[in-house]
């Protein structure tokens, strides 16, 4: 069993930064790969980045590509999302996943078997 608890989330201008966090407790976590999602108002989750077990891949979705960053540290249990040259576009709730299959990076949220409970991040113009 894994838990996550997401932190970070704040309001920010549009051209702004933000690193987000996201603590995990119970074994096992550097044997997770860990991903980022977001849910924006009135539409679908969507996959934001993942990054492996070890944190030497990492993958994104395009619109974030060149602006967020994700990494983890395995000694202290936790995974970072840092966003930079923020958008009002990314306004949206960031939840942080585990997927605890062997595998390659996934970018489909029913791989994902642990979720936090989500941190609020809303750019304004």
């Known amino acids: 069993q894994v838990q996550l608890v997401e932190s970070g989330g704040r309001l920010v201008q549009a051209g702004g930064s933000l690193r987000l966090s996201c603590a995990a407790s119970g074994r096992g976590f550097s044997n997770y790969a860990m991903g980022w999602f977001r849910q924006a108002a009135g539409k679908e989750r969507e996959f934001v980045g993942s990054?492996?077990?070890?944190?030497?891949?990492?993958d994104y979705t395009d619109s974030v590509k060149g602006r967020f960053t994700i990494s983890r540290d395995n000694a202290w249990n936790m995974v970072y999302l840092q966003m930079n040259s923020l958008k009002p576009e990314d306004t949206a709730v960031y939840y942080c996943?585990?997927?605890?299959?062997?595998?390659?990076?996934?970018?489909?949220?029913?791989?994902?078997?642990?979720w936090g409970q989500g941190t609020q991040v809303t750019v304004s113009s």
């Open positions: 990054i492996s077990r070890g944190g030497s891949n990492s």
């Open positions: 996943a585990a997927d605890t299959a062997l595998g390659p990076l996934s970018r489909r949220s029913g791989d994902f078997d642990y």
